[in-house]
């Protein structure tokens, strides 16, 4: 590979995240994909839905609590229904649960202690340079970790006896490398697990919110969805036709990519059109300027869902959205956060109409992923008709 993962950004999350398969290169990483992607194709993703589907439910309770009209903050919750499907898919668990409870607290305390992101980063420092991490950030990553390894060792002795539910942690737990025949062992597969949480419920909550603000500040197609959304059934095959759902949601990671941007290094002498491009340097890709690029997109800052072509065919720049970002390294759990962006929106929209705040229009801000600097404030009522 011509570009691989850079340790400037793995450095800050290795405590937590050691071999899991975002920081791993090279052999390791080809092996661990080989291991991991099966969990993640379409027919395993079908039988997740009803974890899914439950995660929705629970969801639209919490929420119910809520809709009385006065401000709230919509992030949290999000963050809430993200990490039980996680859980929920991963482990046949669900949030409520006291192990997982603890570890979604940890979680974001562990979140408090990373930094904002910030360039100075990737400057490369001198190899012999020791990483220094917060006291606290090694706390909570041993405590995560921690837990996670008793779920898993749970699970082994689970899989051993044949009690073991059919979810995605079994899934990949008995699937042996085709090439080697390896499975992965225990802490191996804690590494994978931190990985999946970390990167599966952060994203996907940051996606959710600000597709619920988008709706909310977009009343006409809040209404559009709204008719929509009692199309949807517990059934699998009903998601994808939701379709105006799915391009709202496809608009909201354009505009707002929960991963901002990524850093690759080089393997070896590169060309950038006229610029030699040295071994070992630093390339930052961000889908957040390439997916508001004057010269790729028609009317790059507009919130327009007609563009992904199921209204009027209006032409986009689809190899200019990357908000999984593209090749190898694509995100392991595009089409699952997919399914399940679509079935919370239709969900949450099927409950309840939501409103803005005024005087609240929320700032983004790239910590691991892009949330809102004060989080994001909507107030919502049940939908009665
Ligand atoms: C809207 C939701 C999501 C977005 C926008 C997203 C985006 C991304 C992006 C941009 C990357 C590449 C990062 C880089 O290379 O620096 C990535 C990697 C990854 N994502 Fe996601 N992701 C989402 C949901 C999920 C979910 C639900 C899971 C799993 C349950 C997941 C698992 C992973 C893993 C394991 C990697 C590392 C892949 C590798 O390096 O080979 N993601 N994701």
Redesign the pocket.
């Known amino acids: 590979m011509t570009f691989q993962?850079t340790d400037r950004?793995g450095a800050g999350l290795r405590p937590l995240l050691n071999n899991s398969?975002?920081l791993t290169n090279g052999e390791m990483?080809k092996r661990q994909?080989r291991i991991i992607d099966p969990a993640f194709e379409c027919g395993r993703l079908r039988d997740t839905f009803p974890a899914m589907w439950a995660a929705g439910e629970a969801s639209v309770v919490r929420l119910t609590t809520l809709a009385d009209g006065t401000s709230q903050e919509v992030e949290a919750e999000t963050s809430h229904a993200a990490a039980d499907v996680?859980f929920r898919t991963l482990f046949s668990i669900s949030i409520e649960d006291q192990v997982a409870t603890r570890v979604f607290d940890e979680f974001r305390t562990y979140q408090r202690t990373q930094p904002i992101l910030n360039l100075a980063a990737f400057i490369p420092g001198p190899k012999w340079m020791p990483r220094f991490f917060k006291s606290e950030t090694k706390t909570t990553a041993s405590a995560i970790r921690a837990l996670i390894t008793g779920l898993t060792a749970q699970r082994l002795d689970q899989i051993k006896d044949g009690t073991a539910p059919d979810d995605l942690d079994t899934k990949i737990m008995t699937t042996a490398d085709p090439e080697t025949g390896e499975t992965f062992g225990v802490d191996e597969m804690v590494d994978q697990v931190a990985?999946?949480f970390l990167?599966?419920h952060e994203?996907?909550a940051s996606?959710l919110a600000r597709t619920l603000y988008l709706l909310a500040i977009y009343p006409d197609w809040q209404d559009k969805l709204a008719v929509e959304a009692p199309d949807l059934t517990p059934d699998f095959g009903s998601v994808p036709k939701l379709r105006q759902t799915r391009d709202v949601f496809r608009e909201a990671?354009r505009l707002y990519?929960?991963?901002p941007m990524?850093?690759r290094e080089t393997t070896c002498p590169e060309q950038f059109r006229d610029h030699p491009v040295k071994r070992g340097a630093q390339v930052v890709l961000s889908?957040w300027h390439l997916h508001r690029q004057e010269r790729l997109w028609d009317n790059p800052d507009g919130f327009d869902p007609t563009r992904w072509g199921t209204e009027n065919g209006k032409a986009c720049a689809r190899d200019a959205y990357m908000?999984?970002?593209s090749g190898p390294?694509v995100?392991?759990?595009?089409g699952?956060?997919m399914i399940?962006?679509v079935l919370l929106v239709a969900m949450l929209l099927r409950a309840f109409k939501f409103g803005v705040v005024a005087g609240q229009v929320p700032e983004p801000v790239a910590h691991l992923t892009v949330r809102a600097k004060d989080g994001i404030w909507l107030r919502f009522v049940p939908r009665k008709d």
């Not at 995100?331 to 595009?334: I, R």
Request: charged letters at 10%.
């Open positions: 993962n950004i398969v975002f990483w994909r996680i990985i999946f990167a599966g994203t996907s996606a990671l990519p929960p991963v990524m850093v889908p908000p999984f970002s390294r995100c392991t759990g595009a699952f956060a399940e962006g």
